[in-house]
């Protein structure tokens, strides 16, 4: 598929339209601008500082939690669902997987790097989730029943997060392979850098982990 894509200007347009739009869908971050209207503060002067689901869950509780998970998860829906409707517009029916693949990407660096909050974000889970699920379906269960069978053992969502995170390109790599596709190699890798981005967001975690310090689900604050 992506060997027979046609780089001619509606090519690098398409492509520059998925970016630009999936990376301002990522910039919404909906921690932010959830706990501005409930307690009128920036959720990063909270808990650990990160703008995400888990840390408005322990500051802010349930219901603004829920509110960020929808919309997190959606936003990577709608990127990757753009990014296919541009590229069949613009980029042609073989370009097609590959603006779902540009969209995947930049809603997650949005979120990481939100234009609209001093390039301070989240960690991208929940926007990789939804851009997953459009992505393919059997990788998102694979990813999901991860994270559940993690968190469920450990309470620990930056654990179930890691290992989500570890087991999509696995998962990619070998769906794909399995089923003969021609650009295997490709979707594997582009999967390796979202995964290593997330990791990457994670490193603190990484630490408290390693030094036996992080916080388990349901706790109120995050070290």
Known sequence: MFAHLTLNWQFFAGAAAIAVIAYLLGSINFAIITTKIKAHEDIR???????GMTNVLRTQGKGPA???TVGDFL????AVGIGYLI?????????FRFGGYIGCLFVILGHLFPVFYQFKGGKGILAAAGSILLLDPFVFLAVFGTFLIVVLCSKIVSLASLSAAVVFPIAMFLLRWLQHSPDFVFEGIFAVVIAA??????RQNINRLVHGTENKFGKKKQG
């Open 87 to 95: 590229a069949l517009w613009l980029m042609g029916p073989d370009s």
């Open 197 to 202: 981005l997330i990791i990457f967001m994670h």
């Open 66 to 68: 829920a509110i960020v």
């Open 75 to 78: 936003k990577g829906v709608f």
């Open 45 to 51: 002067d909270y808990g650990s500082g990160n703008a």
